[in-house]
């Protein structure tokens, strides 16, 4: 789900398309909120749905229940991986259920990069890498 689908569709206005006065512009990803919004049942299917983000060297995406997390290394300099949780169980997230739930993480994680091909995403690098420690 998207703020400006929701915007445009409560205006009553349609999106341009590719270009709008002579300069290209984005398709919006999203989706409207406003069948949500008016309907006490589940408008979208959470399970084929998903959503991601990334800021300062941190990636996340959530489908359905489970929410795959980037960790960069530190600090302290630690181990960079991708975690797993399910956030109708454990939304706390305390516990990380990559280990035991690898193929729903690997699915989440070719999800993400897929974002970010449709989105642009610069990664950025790991915030806490030692670049140059000098002679």
Known sequence: MDILPTVLELAGVTHPGTTFQGRTVMQPRGKSWVPHLRSHEPIHDECQDFTGWELFG????????YKAVYIPKGPPPGETKWELYDSMQDNGE??????????????????????GNETGVIVSPDPYEVRYQGP
């Open 58 to 65: 941190e990636r996340a995406i959530r489908r359905g229940n």
């Open 94 to 115: 305390l516990k990380d259920l990559a280990r035991e739930k690898p193929n729903i993480l690997k699915e989440l994680i070719e999800l993400w990069f897929k974002y």
